[in-house]
């Protein structure tokens, strides 16, 4: 069983950044995707970037050129840097991953806020 561990999440001024972690259980390479994921109440949870295992990254429209998804491999931590945040960035963040055969795991997710 795979954990993930968020943390990072908070209370920010709209302009303001944030720096999001996700610790993993095992090493990155077991898996063949990490992604970060937001939902905001009443919203449909929504893919914020992804990375996968070559380091090939992608990200929603909205968040494109604020936001930076990275990894560090040998701390099998994965991070999102948000910057420029707005009040639509307010919402929970998960991170998830999906092994080689699959399996998709979700972490218990942290709190952004936005908020002047």
């Known amino acids: 069983q795979v954990q993930l561990v968020e943390s990072g999440g908070g209370l920010v001024q709209p302009g303001g950044s944030l720096r999001l972690s996700c610790a993993a259980s095992?090493?990155?390479?077991?898996?063949?995707?990490m992604a970060w994921y937001r939902q905001a109440p009443g919203q449909q949870r929504e893919l914020v970037a992804a990375?996968?295992?070559?380091?090939?990254?992608n990200y929603a429209d909205s968040v494109k050129g604020r936001f930076t998804i990275s990894r560090d491999i040998a701390k099998n931590t994965m991070y999102l840097q948000m910057n420029s945040l707005k009040p639509e960035d307010a919402a929970m963040y998960y991170c998830?991953?999906?092994?080689?055969?699959?399996?998709?795991?979700w972490g218990q997710g942290t709190q952004v806020t936005v908020s002047s």
């Open positions: 095992e090493r990155i390479f077991s898996f063949s995707s």
């Open positions: 990375i996968n295992t070559g380091g090939i990254t």
């Open positions: 998830n991953t999906r092994k080689w055969n699959g399996q998709n795991y």
